[in-house]
Every structure is written in structure tokens, then in C-alpha cells.
């Protein structure tokens, strides 16, 4: 069964994800650093409400965004419509599965971000989203995507509630509260996170809590390496943050820059 129907529950709500995730843009500049570099459409894969694909058009770039989710995507759209009113580019965006896409044309960069390689579960995922990035850049196109590291603290969490960080919900008012439980599962290499999240009692609105579940695959440095090298892409650079800190031990996400070879040489 695909990666998806694990995570799916995750990313029902959209708006709420927005209000969790759409603040965050660390990797912006550093997308837009290589964005210069190319000509043609960017892709971004598993592209979501547009958190990166937006700005990365509002500032010039031809893009196109693919994802699996239709909710994800029609929340996307509308940002989009309001966002680029009165821009001269406008996004593509396509429901399609990133571990076999197809697009009539190819590009010089393709990008997922936000973490979303652990997404793909099984070594038949990682291949295919691998196989279906080479197919669709161009010899010597970059390939960017970050991952969390894995480290002991990382992987090793306490199977029991955690509390992770709080905010205020725009569209009710509430004050939400957001707890973790987590298991890692280490023959499969998959870490499974149980989110809470508990809406306070207000005038207008009573307590909720509510209860969603998502599955992310952990992959080593050296075995990253060597599956890159397999589907055709060089490892320009490995860093652990998007300011071009090198990676090192305590390290907590691992960012790729990759490189398309002009020749594919799988390893025996």
C-alpha cells in the first residue's frame, strides 16, 4: 500500500497545516541561489500548500507543483490566485504521484522540501521518486531535498506524551497545544509520530482534542550516498542547515545538493 495512505490524515486539513508550517522560510534564499543558475520551469515535488513554490514564482521563476493530495493543492491554488494577482507568472499545479510523475518537458531543478523524502516509505518509493527526478532533469539539472539526520536523540525519543510547542488558531481564536508520541521501528527504519492537539476551552469554542498519525522513513548518510549514486546523481554538497553549515555528528536534518551525471552507472 503507497506511503500515502499512512499520511494522508496529516494533511486533511490544509489550513491547519498553513497555520503550523506556512511561516517557515529558511530555505527560500537558498532555493532562489540556484533558481538563478537555471533556465526554464522549476519543479517542486510534494509541493503541498505552496510553501516554497509561491515566493519562488513571486519572484520570477516559471514553476510547477506536483502533489499527491488534491486538498493540499486546491489550498494552494487559492493562495496562489491571491498572492500572483497582480503577477505576470502564474504555477502549474498537478496531483500526481512524485514516485512516477510524468511531464512532457524536462528541467534544469527540481526540489522537495519541508522533509518530505521521509515520506517515502519503502526502497521501492525512495527508487521510483529517484528514477522519476533523473528521468525529468537535465544532464547536469540540481536535485535539492532535505531529510531529518539520523541520530540516537533523533530516532531514540521516549515512547511516551511530549509536549512540543503551542499557538493560537487565526480561525477560531483557540489556544492549541501540541503534544507528541513516538516510536521508531528500526528494521524498517520508520519513525511513527502520534500528534495530539488540544484546542483550550474559550467563550465561543469548547475544548477538542484531536489525534492524527504520520510515518517517516529514516535513511544513513552512507546508504543515501550510495542510492544517489545508483540513480545517476552526484552529491555536490551535504549541509545541516540551509545557511551551508557542513554536516557533523549532531547534526539534526541533512540537505542535499545534488547533481544529474550525464550517464547513469547503476552499482552491482
Known amino acids: 500500500m503507497h506511503s500515502t ?23 527560500i534564499a537558498f532555493l532562489r541561489q540556484l533558481a538563478e ?8 515535488l510534494a509541493c503541498g ?13 516559471p ?10 493543492l486546491d489550498q ?12 505576470h507568472h502564474s504555477i502549474q499545479w498537478l496531483e500526481q504521484d512524485c514516485t512516477s510523475f510524468q511531464l512532457d ?4 531543478f527540481i526540489f522537495t522540501v519541508g522533509n518530505s523524502f521521509q515520506h517515502f516509505l519503502t526502497n521501492e518509493e525512495q527508487d521510483g521518486l529517484l528514477h522519476s527526478v533523473n528521468h525529468h532533469l537535465n544532464p547536469g539539472g540540481w536535485f535539492v531535498f532535505n531529510t531529518r539526520f539520523p541520530s540516537a536523540e533523533e530516532l531514540l525519543q521516549p515512547e511516551t506524551e511530549e509536549y512540543w510547542r503551542s499557538y493560537k488558531d487565526t480561525i477560531t481564536g483557540q489556544q ?36 492524527t498519525h504520520i510515518y517517516l522513513r529514516y535513511v544513513y548518510p552512507q546508504e543515501m550516498k550510495r542510492m544517489l549514486r545508483s540513480h545517476g546523481f552526484e552529491v555536490v554538497n551535504c549541509y545541516e542547515d540551509w545557511r551551508k553549515t ?11 545538493v545534488c547533481k544529474k551525471n550525464k550517464c547513469v552507472c547503476r552499482e552491482g
Not at 6 to 26: C, F, R, V
Not at 49 to 61: D, K, N, V, W
Not at 105 to 108: C, E
Not at 196 to 207: G, K, L, N, Q, V
Open 63 to 72: 514553476m510547477i507543483g506536483i502533489d499527491i493530495h488534491q486538498g493540499m
Open 105 to 108: 518537458q524536462r528541467s534544469d
Open 5 to 27: 495512505y499512512y499520511n494522508s490524515e496529516e494533511y486533511d486539513q490544509p489550513q491547519l497545516y498553513d497555520e503550523e508550517n506556512g511561516s517557515y522560510t529558511e530555505d
Open 246 to 256: 557542513p554536516l557533523c555528528p549532531t547534526s539534526e536534518q541533512m540537505i542535499y
Open 49 to 61: 500548500t505552496g510553501r516554497a513554490t509561491i515566493p519562488l514564482a513571486r519572484a520570477g521563476y
Open 176 to 211: 492549541v497545544d501540541v503534544y507528541t508520541i513516538s516510536q521508531y521501528d528500526p528494521l524498517e527504519q520508520i519513525q511513527h509520530y502520534q500528534t495530539i492537539r488540544r484546542f483550550r476551552e474559550t467563550i465561543d469554542h469548547s475544548a477538542d482534542e484531536r489525534t
Open 76 to 87: 494552494a491554488k487559492a493562495k496562489s490566485a491571491v498572492l500572483l494577482k497582480n503577477h
Open 37 to 44: 543558475q537555471v533556465q526554464g520551469p522549476i519543479i517542486d
